[in-house]
């Protein structure tokens, strides 16, 4: 049944805007509602960094799972236009995508850093509202449903900073403020168990694999200014790529034969360098972003044009594995994504390779060895750098060396994997319902008041979760 009041009277003071979503979708809260305009402070101060070409400059970016992040870091003379300067305490967020939570809040460790002018940057009255609190009610539902109606434009979302200045939230005094953020901080802390758990597993499971190998773990160490190594060990004229080769364990000294990618790798394929199409159509492409965390995300798509000949050139199989090619950032460069089932409908973008493998590798254990700690090195040596980004090529692929144990020692190793994911995968979703029922009853207090008693520690963390 529609629940939806068909009129609603707005007073000729408040009719800021002719819009009817506008005012058919603001906030209702005990707590008094407060413009925007009267707490946020716009920081559109831009440097121009190619002014000093030998300097190098931290960039940050935004997305909807970290927030504010380490992007990559690039030398003033990549950089062709000029970025906006943050400090700790700001909030940047993409207009264009703040309706999925692409917004973040700036982190001491990156105070100074630099983002692209195509993010709004802004910091807050903190007399009147906490940051953290400001950012708890950006990425609430009740917010998104606002700013979703305040959104300029039918075709695509853009929340400009006047149109987030127009906005208006609800402010609860600084003493009820501060008792949220004590209980919101004893469910992060628990969240923090879980994720420190999270973070020793793969690494326990790398030691475990790699000693079923007959090899040990090597951790890899920062680079220095100066490197010295002998005559024998100079394989490429870089000194980032010498120090990474000198970093990879003596992968010989293992149980089994090591092998190149070409002995049981039948294919090494770049992707598809059509145009994405401006209108739906019922082929799909798949986003950078479907590949980048290491598993494969199926939903990060865009439309592009169905033509038979990319259809038979780009499909995407189950076994086959995508990689990144080329990054911005280097850790993003190699990276592989297990394909699970077939997908006829979709494929994959120039940026990305698809490896297809002989019968003697299970895909699930080269996906694997690709990331770890005696792989990594060999792939991030051979990127190549221009204008920014890191790439890699077939024959880098085809000429990695790696163990190769018999089918039935790669079947034990596979079992032991999805055993460490199945766990991992478990421990996240218990986590992200946590969080999701921190932030409901942080909503809850937000719009319906503060209760006498505290929901928040009343929320429960399984002991499979923390154990």
Known sequence: MDTTTPVR?????????????????????????????????????????YNF????????????????????????????????????????????????????????EHDGAYISPAYVVFSVNQKEILPEIFWLILKSSFFNESLRAATAGSVRMNLTFPLLESLQIPIPPISIQKKILENWHT??????KINLDLNKLPKELERYILGQLGLKTKEITQQ???????????????????????????????????????????????????????????????????????????????????????RVSFDLKVGD???????????????????????????????????????????????????????????EANARTAVGNYAIGNEDIFN????????????????KIKEVKDMVAEMKENSKTILDDAEKVIEKIILEGYPSTNPINNLVISEEATS
Not at 62 to 71: C, D, E, K, L, R
Request: positive net charge; hydrophobic residues 35%.
């Open 187 to 192: 469910a992060t802390r628990k969240l923090t």
């Open 321 to 379: 594995i995508l990689i990144c090619r080329t990054n911005g950032t280097l850790a993003y460069v190699g990276r592989p994504a297990l394909i699970q089932k077939d997908y006829k409908d979709i494929i994959f973008p120039d940026k990305l390779m698809r490896i297809r493998c002989k019968k003697n590798i299970l895909p699930e254990y080269l996906e694997y060895i690709l990331s770890t700690s005696i792989i990594r090195p060999q792939i």
């Open 224 to 310: 220095p200014k100066v490197i010295t190594t002998n005559w024998t060990k100079l394989t490429k004229w870089s000194q980032r790529a010498t120090h990474l080769l000198n970093q990879v364990s003596q992968i010989t000294m293992g149980n089994y034969p090591v092998v190149i990618g070409r002995d049981c790798i039948s294919e090494v394929k770049h992707g598809c360098s059509g145009s994405p199409s401006n209108k739906p159509t019922k082929l799909k492409v798949l986003k950078l972003s479907a590949v980048t965390s290491g598993v494969f995300l199926e939903e990060e798509t865009k439309y592009i044009t169905d033509k038979l000949q990319y």
């Open 400 to 415: 990695i060396d790696f163990p190769l144990p018999p089918i039935h020692m790669q079947l034990k190793l596979v079992e």
């Open 53 to 108: 070409p030998e300097e190098s400059y931290k960039i940050l970016g935004v997305n909807n799972t970290q927030g504010i992040f380490h992007a990559y870091d690039s030398l003033g003379k990549d950089i062709n236009q000029s970025y906006k300067r943050v400090s700790a305490g700001d909030f940047a967020y993409n207009p264009y995508r703040i309706n999925v939570g692409s917004i973040g809040w700036v982190p001491l």
């Open 9 to 49: 009277r707005v007073s000729f003071s408040q009719l800021g805007r002719w819009d009817v979503k506008f005012y058919a979708n603001s906030i209702k809260s005990v707590y008094p509602l407060v413009p925007l305009k009267n707490l946020v402070i716009e920081h559109n101060e831009k440097e121009q960094l």
